[in-house]
């Protein structure tokens, strides 16, 4: 008889790839654009300059990795967060589906919006 796996290992993938990619990216765009812009400190960008460096493959690619990754690791944080932290691992099957579901439409949404909708 065939054990299951269990998809743990791949959700521990995905929170420390998400954790990863959160820390060596979002520092970056939040001194551009959260202070370095608004401080003058550089010329703002162009509507027509944002939207052609959007345009580029890479950057949808690079962004979407962004978003759904961090997603993933705030899911599986807030999941264990939920666990230990306020004991309610009795609701084992609700906090996964709600946690995991809201990671996998905040992603559907960030690929609607990068590669639909553009």
Known sequence: MARRRSPEPYLWLL???GGVLSALLMPILVLLFGV????GWISPPGHEDL???????????VLFALC???????????????YDGLRIKH????????CY??????????????????
């Open 15 to 17: 929170f420390s790839a």
């Open 36 to 39: 370095v812009i608004p401080l």
């Open 51 to 61: 939207l052609g460096l959007l345009r580029n493959p890479i950057t949808r690619i």
């Open 68 to 82: 759904a990754l961090s997603l993933c690791h705030w899911a599986h944080r807030f999941r264990y967060t939920l």
């Open 91 to 98: 609701l084992n099957e609700l906090i996964i589906v709600a």
């Open 101 to 118: 579901g809201v990671a996998i439409i905040g992603s559907i949404m960030a690929g609607y919006l990068l590669f639909v909708s553009l």
